[in-house]
């Protein structure tokens, strides 16, 4: 008898363990590294006036390729600058950032700084849109959802959660302005 309980703790031990370090995957699956906002690293510098043609160049960041231009922690302040440029120049004020099948439209969205976000998802799975660890919004399937971010001003890239989407780099950027 003291064998057979014994046995069944054991177990039930067991599967605590179990259900716990796959409730603690979840929650880090999600998180990611916290994605910096660009801003408040970048010092500003003097600005040169360029005419610029309408035609885009090979090394000018576009709608096409602002997320890959990201600068990392170790750019120079031409990089980094050269991005918030890009990310001011192509960020599009609209009333609804749709994140359809983790694809956002637009991908640079730009709102005010106490203004609620307002995002819609068409897919048929939930999203989550993950900007860091205290920032982190499930978007219901076939819904618009209404968030009070709280963000500062600053340029701030976001990843997408969701079944099939949980090791995703950068997919938009969320340009706050005052």
Do not use: W
Not at 28 to 46: D, E, R, Y
Not at 75 to 84: A, R
Not at 136 to 161: A, E, F, M
């Amino acid at each position: 008898m003291g064998n057979k309980l014994m046995i069944v703790g054991i177990v039930v031990l067991a599967l605590i363990a179990v259900v716990l370090g796959y409730k603690i995957y979840q929650q880090t699956a999600l998180k990611g590294p916290p994605v910096q906002s660009i801003q408040s690293v970048v010092k500003p510098t003097p600005t040169t006036t360029v005419k610029q043609s309408s035609k885009t160049t090979s090394n000018e960041i576009s709608e096409n390729n602002i997320l890959q231009s990201s600068p990392g922690p170790n750019s120079s302040d031409e990089e980094k600058n050269k991005f918030l440029d890009a990310v001011k120049r192509l960020a599009k004020e609209t009333a609804v950032l749709d994140i359809t099948k983790c694809q956002p439209q637009p991908v640079v969205f730009k709102m005010r700084k106490a203004a609620q976000l307002q995002v819609r998802n068409n897919n048929n799975i939930e999203h989550t849109i993950i900007i860091d660890s205290e920032h982190q919004y499930s978007i219901p399937p076939n819904s618009t959802k209404t968030i009070n971010t709280g963000l500062g001003v600053g340029s701030p890239g976001y990843r997408c959660g969701g079944v099939g989407f949980e090791n995703e780099p950068l997919v938009g950027i969320i340009d706050v302005v005052d």
